[in-house]
């Protein structure tokens, strides 16, 4: 008879809620002092290397008085409301920015040169992500999802809206939801570690779900996940054997918990494990 391991599980706790600063999408605009969109926007860029406080707000609230004026004067140009998203942005006023930014990507459609449409998308991230901070810090989490799904309707190819809203999900307890913003998170870009350790403890805390339930096919398929980002971990390595040996499967189970007592050696249950597997496979092959 197959022995039933009844490992300790080791689940991880819940991660919560990161507050992430996502840096600001900064740009360096080329400079054409006949434009007077132009000169405001460079007092913006010169208020960032001024030190004295009261000098650098001068400078940059002077760049952003300039901007609205003429956004009043040139309410159709897309240039001017993308700069006036830039002096929000940073000024921090994101839902200014954002406001800004939408008109710059609405009127800057078709553009042959000079696509402030791709522009404005890639800056309004900032402002977007940062505003769902802020409601994160609040903990204002119906907000928090409003502002991110927003993002994501602007641009659904941005990894770390999709990042974000799994940790809005996975906040409000919503599992399935977070394991599918988490997924397509990483599937747009696969080398944001923040992105596979949240993945990764989705993935381990629903096989052991699955393993208390004594599903361990669905608690292997789970577990197999945790080990394609980290393959010698030897918790992931000891869940694998353990769901192979419920399941009846020794010889396929041996190597994984050979891997798991390897590389924790001192762990008294990996070792417990390996030496149950043994046993069974010698009785086996008697």
Do not use: C
């Not at 004067?73 to 006023?93: C, D, M, N």
């Amino acid at each position: 008879m197959t022995e039933k391991f009844n490992y300790p599980i080791k689940a991880f706790i819940p991660l919560g809620i990161a507050i992430i600063l996502f840096g600001f999408v900064w740009i360096d605009v080329d400079v054409d002092l006949q434009d007077p969109w132009y000169r405001a926007a460079t007092k913006i860029q010169k208020s960032r290397s001024i030190e004295d406080k009261n000098e650098k707000i001068t400078m940059l609230e002077e760049g952003g008085q300039e901007l609205r004026e003429l956004v009043a004067k040139h309410p159709y140009h897309a240039r001017v409301h993308y700069l006036l998203g830039f002096y929000y942005t940073e000024s921090k006023k994101w839902d200014s920015a954002i406001v800004e930014l939408k008109i710059a990507i609405e009127k800057g459609k078709g553009g042959l040169v000079n696509q402030v449409d791709i522009e404005a998308q890639n800056m309004i991230k900032a402002p977007i992500l940062n505003r769902t901070n802020t409601f994160l810090n609040a903990n204002e989490i119906a907000k928090a999802r409003i502002s991110n799904d927003e993002g994501i309707a602007i641009n659904p190819k941005e990894p770390l809206f999709w990042l974000q809203g799994g940790m809005i999900h996975e906040q409000l307890r919503q599992t399935d939801s977070a394991l599918f913003y988490y997924e397509r998170s990483y599937s747009l870009d696969n080398r944001n570690e923040e992105t596979k350790k949240r993945l990764v403890n989705v993935y381990f805390n629903y096989g052991n779900h699955f393993f208390v339930k004594k599903d361990f096919p669905t608690a292997l398929s789970f577990f197999m996940k945790t080990l394609d980002f980290k393959p010698n971990n030897p918790d992931f390595n000891n869940n694998v054997g353990s769901s192979l040996m419920n399941m009846g499967k020794p010889k396929e189970a041996l190597p994984y918990l050979q891997r798991a007592v390897k590389n924790n050696p001192s762990h008294p249950q990996f070792r417990k494990n390996l030496n149950a597997i043994e046993q069974t496979i010698k009785a086996q092959g008697k």
